[in-house]
């Protein structure tokens, strides 16, 4: 299946962090999702093949790389209180583009 | 703008009857919808989906409907079961670019009641 890493984080306004996700096997996208409190999961981006495809509305302080082995990270920098929140990782195989999506547990976000 | 909307935050069903949850969206271009459970502490697992050219589709105890005249969709859990209580969420993707994306809609908890 799909991996998070960490599940949980406390970090300090100002700060940066990195969250990790390994997609499930022969899936090759990726997607960041981010869900607040109250919310359903709000797209923040997709990686295919190394690139990015596709960009909810999220500033360019959140970035993303994805790496041969269809491990991916999301990068948040300068965090805001209102970034705290659930980050969750999907994967899907490429070529069917209506298909779902295979979510991970997600990392919970603290920015204090 | 809320282009997916579930408008019942919560749903109470005693074990054994019918739930039905509903979704109703806003953008036309939608082809394809999907049903995601979500327990705390876990990730959105996915139940069930339905394509645009359809107008329902079945899953054991689960059932999709769409009417795309009303922009609406149902799901229905018969019999449902404890085990069922969860937090179920809708999604919507265009399909029509090259992005896979889903927008989903702000949940309804379910409780199904033994």
């Known amino acids: 299946g799909v991996t998070q890493s960490p599940t949980h984080l406390i970090k300090t306004r100002g700060q940066q962090v990195t969250l990790r996700c390994s997609s499930q096997s022969g899936h090759n996208t990726v997607s960041w999702y981010q869900q607040a409190l109250g919310q359903g999961p709000q797209f923040i981006f997709q990686?295919?093949?190394?690139?990015?495809?596709g960009r909810g509305n999220f500033p360019p302080r959140f970035s993303g790389l994805q790496f041969p082995n269809d491990s991916s990270e999301l990068n948040v920098n300068a965090l805001e209180l209102d970034d705290s929140a659930l980050y969750l990782c999907a994967s899907s195989p490429r070529g069917g583009m209506n298909t779902e999506a295979f979510f991970g547990q997600g990392t919970r976000l603290t920015v204090v | 703008d809320q282009q997916v909307k579930q408008n019942s935050p919560s749903l109470s069903v005693q074990e054994g009857r019918i739930s039905i949850l509903n979704c109703d969206y806003t953008?036309?271009?939608?082809?394809?919808f999907l049903w995601y459970k979500k327990y705390p502490a876990e990730g959105p697992t996915f139940l069930i989906s339905?394509?645009?050219?359809?107008d329902k589709n079945e899953d054991g105890r689960f059932t999709v409907f769409l009417n795309k005249s009303a922009k609406h969709l149902s799901l229905h859990i018969v019999p449902s079961q404890p085990g069922d209580s969860a937090v179920y969420f809708c999604a919507a993707s265009d399909g029509g670019g090259a992005t896979n994306k889903l927008i989903f809609g702000t949940g309804t908890l379910l409780a199904v009641q033994p």
């Open positions: 339905i394509s645009s050219i359809k």
């Open positions: 990686y295919y093949r190394e690139e990015e495809n």
């Open positions: 953008n036309s271009m939608f082809d394809y």
